[in-house]
Structures are given as structure tokens and as C-alpha cells.
């Protein structure tokens, strides 16, 4: 699946959420038929999406195997019109 045709029903942004919360939606993607799911994260959410990746790994779906981790930056505007660089990141687990 390339990044073409990658789906936006597979992907979960984490935020502030409970790492438990994204492992229960990762899990719920591969039971509703996914064979790929992508967890997307910035900043300091970047802790919890490893979390929830390595969580779905070893508890829920042990057949998940990680299939790529993309990094990189991201330019982001605040309110004031200042622009600052965010970490950014993409793990991809597949069954």
C-alpha cells in the first residue's frame, strides 16, 4: 500500500488521550478487516504513540508486526504568526 492509496479510515492521530484509548482503536481497525493501520502522532504525543504501537504489539494483536516508522518535521504557525518546528511521526503496523 503506498501512500497513494493509503486510506484515511486506517490512520489514528494520537493526541491527549490515555495511551489505552489509541490501543483500543488500532485493535478495532484490525478486527473491522484492516490489514494495515497507521498511527500518526506530533510532539510530545510522540511517547504515546510508541506506547500504543508497542502496547497493541505485545498485549492485543501479537501477530502485528511493525512494518515502517517514518520521521520527520513538521513547520508549524501559532496564533501570534511565529513558526515553529515540530518532531512528527508515523508508524505503520500490519497484520
Do not use: C
Not at 492521530?13 to 490501543?23: A, E, R
Not at 488500532?26 to 490489514?35: K, L
Not at 494495515?36 to 504515546?48: F, H, L, M, N
Not at 513538521?74 to 515553529?84: D, K, M, V
Amino acid at each position: 500500500m503506498t501512500a497513494k492509496e493509503e486510506s484515511e479510515e486506517n490512520v489514528i492521530y494520537v493526541g491527549n488521550k490515555p495511551p489505552m484509548s489509541y490501543v483500543l482503536a488500532v485493535v478495532t481497525q484490525f478486527n473491522s478487516g484492516s490489514s494495515e493501520v497507521i498511527i500518526k502522532a506530533r510532539g510530545r504525543a510522540i511517547s504515546r504513540a510508541v506506547d500504543a504501537a508497542e502496547i497493541t504489539r505485545n498485549r492485543f494483536v501479537q501477530d502485528a508486526k511493525i512494518k515502517e516508522i517514518r520521521i520527520g518535521t513538521e513547520a508549524i504557525t501559532n496564533e501570534e504568526g511565529r513558526t515553529s518546528n515540530v518532531s512528527s511521526i508515523e508508524i505503520s503496523l500490519t497484520k
